[in-house]
């Protein structure tokens, strides 16, 4: 009993914890002059979300997010930041004030808006938690998901991806032809 | 997630294996230089302590005691973490790679593994391509142009071989039907081991292992005559201690992995030996990975990339797909 809640203490620490480390790390991606430092904050971001997803029994979707977004597509983002090399200026910096200000209205407005719409929607569930199975969130459930209930989704979305891969490819063959086909001195 | 094994006994068991581990570490650094030389024919290390042996403390005592100095660009925040994040990440995998069946030690279970997580495989992965984040970002905050083009070429290199290494594993999962690696291994130990029809899979894997611990013949991140050191160019006693025992740690967990995937994990052929099993086949792995050292010359930077994306990605796609029509049919 001791041990349990013990556990329960601990499943909260961790969550307040993610949760500051989220937003935190949210703030800083718009807030450093570098855009490595950036990145790197987006990183964080991104692994204090995964850590939510896995206090939600989402071991899946949190690997996932891990492995995907802040494994493979961060570091795109980390490569081409490093390559072309550090700007130093702040991006808000000399911008006019009105972009600051529509910036805090839209956002002010996305959070009333998001506020309200849970509390019309929500507001009954919120109260009581809700039973999961212990196959929720594993692989096979998903899988499963993927091929019964969003097989269009799934099928149209692997057609995009497939595409935009196609198209990187021609897109980066033929910008390594072109210095070939200037004709050398 | 545990199965009813108590909380203190993965943190004991948990803190057993990371020092067993880091001492694996250490003898393979001297096993890799011991090898290297009598492949060589020389001797290897033979001063510190008998065959060499203490070489290793050796070492350790001599990085430790030097001075850590920095470039003064360096960025020192991030300089400073990155080689944490290159060994936490390389030292956390370990953590999901099954080493045994489990134990009644006095009245408490013991599973041979330190999580049972149902996602293993894919956490492996996932730890793996955290960990790219040190090389990059330490070779970035070094600020110095070597280490910059070192930090380039590990990253392009690693997220090109992410992908074979992710596609050869996809036909054992496929046949375990698991992404739980203790499933797959019981799974092997009830049928037959993985290595025989996956010998393609394990195959990609291996050169894929090569390239992602950046070893001869892949090293080009670390490229001596090009490129210095790569992206540890700029790091000096424990902090590059710290980049080469991620790498060797890295090179131990994936010989694990390849183990746990194509060769049964603790199962042996004959006599239940357990973990010892396992310990065998790793060692005979990773000595594997060192002879390749000694024989193979390092690749040009373009054969490594169309050898990854021209030759082991094609047969990985086309063994997961011909494993997935064949499991099928089996069915």
């Known amino acids: ?185 | 997630m545990n199965n009813g094994e108590p909380w203190w006994i993965s943190l004991i068991k948990a803190a057993i294996i990371v020092n067993l581990v880091m001492l694996a570490f250490a003898y393979t650094t001297w096993l890799e230089r011991k090898l290297l030389g009598r492949l060589q024919l020389r001797y290897g290390p033979n001063r510190a302590g008998p065959f060499g042996l203490l070489q290793p403390i050796a070492d350790l005592i001599k990085l430790i005691r030097k001075e850590s100095f920095f470039p003064v660009a360096a960025r020192d925040s991030v300089y400073i973490v990155a080689p944490v994040i290159a060994l936490f990440t390389a030292l956390a995998a370990f953590a999901v790679i099954p080493f045994g069946a489990g134990w009644q030690i006095w009245h408490y279970h013991v599973n041979g593994e330190i999580a049972n997580v149902s996602i293993g495989l894919i956490l492996i992965f996932a730890l793996g391509s955290v960990g790219v984040y040190g090389a990059i970002v330490g070779g970035w905050a070094s600020e110095s142009k070597f280490s910059l083009l070192g930090s380039m070429r590990t990253c392009a290199q690693l997220v090109s071989y992410e992908v074979s290494l992710a596609l050869s594993v996809l036909g054992v999962v496929l046949m375990g039907q698991s992404l739980n690696l203790v499933d797959i291994v019981n799974k092997q130990g009830a049928t037959i081991w993985f290595f025989i029809p996956q010998l393609a899979g394990l195959l990609v894997f291996f050169f894929a292992v090569i390239a992602e611990t950046s070893r001869p013949p892949f090293d080009l991140p670390e490229a001596d005559t090009e490129l210095v050191a790569g992206y540890h160019t700029e790091y000096g006693g424990m902090r590059w201690g710290l980049f080469q025992t991620a790498e060797y740690i890295n090179m131990i967990t994936l010989s694990a992995l390849a183990v746990t995937l194509f060769f049964a994990g603790w199962h042996g052929p004959w006599a239940p030996l357990g973990p010892l099993w396992f310990l065998l086949k790793v060692f005979v792995l990773v000595s594997i990975l060192i002879w390749v050292r000694a024989s193979v010359p390092r690749l040009r930077y373009d054969q490594l990339m169309s050898f990854g994306w021209k030759v082991l990605l094609p047969i990985a796609t086309l063994n997961a797909v011909i494993t997935a029509l064949l499991v099928v049919w089996v069915d």
């Not at chain 1, 937003?23 to 964080?44: C, D, E, K, T």
């Not at chain 1, 029994?57 to 490093?82: D, K, P, R, S, T």
């Not at chain 1, 097989?151 to 196609?166: D, G, P």
């Open chain 1, 1 to 185: 009993m001791l041990i349990a809640s013990a556990g329960n203490v601990l499943v909260w620490i961790v969550w307040i914890v993610a949760a500051f480390a989220c937003l935190g790390s949210g703030i800083a991606v718009v807030s450093f002059s570098n855009p490595f430092y950036s990145a790197l904050a987006l990183i964080g971001n991104l692994g204090s979300l995964a850590v939510l997803y896995l206090l939600l029994n989402a071991e899946f979707v949190a690997a996932a997010q891990v492995l995907v977004y802040a494994g493979a597509v961060m570091v795109m983002f980390l490569f081409v930041i490093a390559y072309i090399g550090p700007r130093t200026e702040s991006p808000w910096m000399g911008g006019p004030s009105w972009q600051a200000a529509g910036a805090v209205l839209a956002a002010g407005a996305l959070l009333v808006e998001i506020v309200v719409v849970i509390g019309l929607k929500a507001s009954g569930h919120l109260a009581h938690s809700e039973h999961v199975d212990r196959t929720f969130g594993t692989p096979a459930y998903i899988g499963r998901l993927f091929l019964t209930d969003h097989l269009l989704a799934f099928e149209i979305t692997s057609i995009v991806l497939l595409v935009a891969a196609i198209g990187g490819v021609i897109l980066g063959a033929h910008s390594r032809r072109s210095p070939e086909e200037v004709p050398s001195l």
